[in-house]
């Protein structure tokens, strides 16, 4: 029947991490309690025409108070595994010195909900949340910002290693470093393409120093990878793709695997290289335990003149991420899209995995994001979200297709857990798996939720050495 081959085509290995994924300025609110500090999400969404409509995230989905709520969902979905980040001012309010502990026993309790259910903690160091205090002595541009971090990192992974399933360091340094710094579409929102690169090395060897700090854990980094197409197989056309993957994905996995920048990158950028210092890259190099991987689309780029300058259009006014690639037009691929505008395309993931796995010495992965927004309808208590669920179904698809091919895939977070603040866009925008009333704080699960909760199931109940 129909439903026995949707589920024996994804039947996957008894060890697989089913999750989801969420991050602590997305989801916590509570910003004024327990001694948190101010990061640069609270500055950001207070300085008008940042946010669409103004949105901030003081309350977000509440989680700080409904966390227990929130893992029972988590449990009823079947989650073996929850990937979610610590907010950093609420650890060091100031981002430096002394650790709040109240902030810290925050993290305790969720980690120890979550181990009461049997779903093993992802904790993610640094989901975009700047303590303010660190932006003000320069941010990631600043060299120190990275020893800060490792600071940070220490603390945190002291406090509750025995809590943790996996540490990991940055979320998409990519986005950190330029949406936040060269295109402004980000917090701290600056306009500035040269500093954006010192930011974004300074996220590597934060990245390293935190692995080195953390020192005998299992421990992962994280990037954001896009598949990416030449328009046409015009030498400008290649160029641009060339130049988009240089920056959007070998910038990082050179970095993170091999130790080293691209030259040709290195040369698009045109900002030399004094900011890296000796031994950095071998800092950066640190070996991890396992590479977090977050997937949404696949990029296609023309070398010609005329085109938009990124792939969807912002909700706010920015610059260009592009750092030395200005020139570069994002082009309609043909595929459908989701709400945010951003092409489907479930080949691309599995052209990515193949690719790490392929041209990058042997590091388990995870997918540690991947899912789309759609304008969801809240109807009668159901959401009938099929787009997203045939959306997660095709990318699983493409999981379980590159653990055929031998790449050493070990699990697949869906983003995101429940409805939350989407950035620049605010509440405007739903990813999740269950839907959030922002009113209410009412959570419903989607149809994407149920069927997700019936794949896990499958293969938990499939497999005789699962307990
Ligand atoms: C993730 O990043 C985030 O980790 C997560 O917090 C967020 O909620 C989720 O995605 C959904 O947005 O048009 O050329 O400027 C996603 C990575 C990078 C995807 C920027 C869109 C736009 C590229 N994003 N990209 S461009």
Not at 31 to 43: A, H, Q
Not at 294 to 310: C, D, I, L, Q, W
Not at 400 to 412: D, F, N, Q, T
Request: aromatic letters at 10%; charged letters at 25%; glycine letters at 8%.
């Amino acid at each position: 029947t129909q439903q026995e081959q949707a589920s024996s085509h994804l039947r996957f290995p008894a060890t697989f991490a089913w999750g989801a994924a969420t991050s602590a300025y997305q989801v916590e609110g509570a910003v004024n309690e327990d001694g948190r500090g101010t990061s640069i999400w609270d500055t950001f969404t207070r300085t008008p025409g940042r946010v669409l409509g103004g949105d901030h995230a003081d309350v977000a989905i509440d989680h700080y108070h409904r966390f227990r709520d929130d893992v029972a969902v988590m449990a009823e979905l079947g989650l073996t595994a929850y990937r979610f980040s610590v907010s950093w001012p609420r650890i060091q309010p100031d981002g430096s010195g002394t650790f709040n502990l109240k902030g810290l026993d925050f993290y305790k309790r969720l980690t120890d909900e979550l181990r009461a259910n049997g779903i093993d903690p992802w904790l993610t160091l640094y989901h975009w949340d700047l303590p303010q205090a660190l932006e003000d002595a320069g941010g990631w541009p600043n060299r120190d910002t990275a020893y800060r971090f490792a600071d940070y990192a220490r603390c945190v992974h002291d406090a509750l290693k025995d809590h943790v399933h996996t540490f990991s360091t940055v979320n998409e340094p990519w986005c950190a470093a330029f949406l936040g710094y060269a295109s402004g579409e980000h917090a701290p929102g600056r306009r500035e393409p040269a500093n954006a690169v010192r930011a974004a090395h300074h996220l590597n060897l934060a990245h390293g120093l935190a692995v080195q700090a953390m020192d005998a854990r299992r421990v992962g980094g994280c990037v954001n990878l896009y598949a990416v197409s030449p328009e046409t197989r015009s030498e400008a056309d290649l160029d641009a793709a060339r130049r988009i993957d240089g920056l959007q994905n070998r910038f990082f996995l050179d970095a993170l695997l091999l130790g080293r920048y691209p030259d040709d990158v290195i040369e698009d950028l045109g900002v030399g290289l004094d900011f890296v210092a000796d031994g950095d890259m071998a800092v950066i190099n640190a070996p991890i335990d396992v590479l977090l991987v977050n997937y949404y689309s696949r990029f296609t780029v023309s070398g010609a003149p005329g085109g938009k300058a990124s792939a969807a259009a912002a909700p706010t006014d920015t610059g260009s991420p592009w750092v030395g690639s200005e020139h570069v037009s994002f082009v309609n691929g043909g595929r459908p899209v989701t709400a945010m505008g951003w092409e489907i395309d479930q080949d691309g993931l599995l052209e990515v995995l193949n690719r790490v796995a392929r041209d990058y010495p042997a590091v388990p992965l995870v997918i540690s994001e991947n899912g789309a927004a759609f304008d969801d309808v809240l109807e009668q208590g159901r959401v009938h979200d099929t787009d997203r669920r045939a959306y997660l179904d095709a990318h699983l698809s493409a999981c379980r297709a590159a653990i055929e091919a031998g790449v050493p895939l070990e699990g697949y977070f869906a983003w995101s857990l429940m409805d939350n603040f989407e950035w620049a866009w605010g509440y405007g925008k739903r990813f999740g798996l269950v839907h959030v009333d922002f009113e209410t704080q009412r959570r419903v699960l989607k149809d994407s939720a149920l069927w997700y909760a019936e794949i896990i199931r499958h293969n938990r109940r499939h497999e005789p050495t699962d307990s």
